[in-house]
């Protein structure tokens, strides 16, 4: 794996070969990136997107106080209200689009469509709020969809080992269970990896 994210970092900038060959088509791949409010979706399409990553961020305002819970967040100021979009090239010719997902409860109704024809999502967890997850867990273990669980640890907060919030969470043991930093672009891409790896593992077809 480490070897692989090298290679990708030392050839960033490069054009890849279906760039320059019009026969060819890059294979388009679709990943969901979700979790509770504030977990660090957008931070993590942010932070990977070869492109000017789209973003839906709206100011918070009171009208949303007795809804949205920001005593684990208290400096955010914004909130996704539709997606986050973002792409970034893997291989060759394997491209990924990252489609985030809104985190509050009164959003949920888009999920349906953002996964709709993707090969998987990447489940955001904040270890200081392991509970908000629940839902995305519950969502995509009911659709089938393959999926990871990559936790994103803020500062300040308690460190826990992949062990411990594997239990906490109840996830399989055929469910990969990261430590990222959704800040670091090297630490997304090997958590895009290893979805990538799951997907193919579980789907192989």
Same mark, same amino acid.
């Given at each position: 794996?480490d070897s692989a994210?090298?290679?990708l $970092?030392?050839?960033?900038g490069? +054009?890849?070969?279906w760039?320059?060959?019009?026969?060819?088509?890059p294979?388009?791949?679709?990943?969901?990136v979700?979790g509770?409010?504030g977990?660090?979706?957008?931070t +993590?399409?942010?932070?990977?997107s070869?492109?000017t *990553?789209l973003?839906?961020e709206?100011l918070?305002?009171?009208?949303?106080a007795?809804?949205?819970?920001?005593?684990?967040?208290?400096?955010?100021?914004?909130?996704?209200? %539709?997606?986050d979009?973002?792409?970034?090239?893997?291989?060759?010719?394997l491209?990924?689009y990252l489609?985030g997902?809104?985190?509050?409860q009164?959003f949920?109704f888009?999920?349906?469509?953002l996964? @709709?024809?993707?090969?998987? %999502?990447?489940?955001?967890?904040?270890?200081? @709020? $392991?509970?908000?997850?629940?839902p995305?867990?519950?969502?995509f273990?009911?659709?089938?969809?393959?999926?990871?669980?990559?936790v994103?640890h803020?500062?300040?907060?308690?460190r826990?080992?992949?062990?411990?919030v @594997?239990?906490?969470?109840t996830? *399989?043991?055929r469910?990969?269970?990261?430590?990222?930093?959704a800040?670091? @672009?090297?630490?997304?891409?090997?958590?895009l990896l290893? +979805?990538?790896?799951h997907?193919?593992?579980?789907?192989p077809?």
């Open positions: 794996m994210v090298s290679e $970092l030392e050839n960033e490069q +054009l890849q070969a760039q320059t060959d019009r026969s060819r088509a294979i388009a791949t679709k990943i969901v979700a509770g409010f977990v660090g979706k957008t +993590l399409v942010t932070a990977v070869e492109i *990553p973003q839906t709206a918070m305002t009171q009208a949303s007795d809804t949205d819970d920001l005593s684990g967040t208290p400096e955010k100021t914004t909130t996704t209200v %539709a997606m979009f973002g792409r970034i090239t893997l291989d060759d010719d491209v990924l489609f997902t809104p985190g509050q009164r949920w888009m999920w349906d469509d996964v @709709r024809g993707a090969i998987g %999502a990447v489940v955001l967890a904040d270890t200081r @709020r $392991l509970s908000d997850c629940f995305a867990l519950d969502y273990e009911s659709c089938g969809l393959p999926y990871i669980v990559a994103n803020f500062d300040g907060s308690e826990f080992e992949v062990p411990d @594997r239990e906490a969470l996830v *399989p043991s469910i990969p269970v990261l430590i990222m930093d800040r670091q @672009r090297i630490s997304v891409i090997e958590s290893a +979805l990538v790896g997907a193919l593992d579980v789907t077809e």
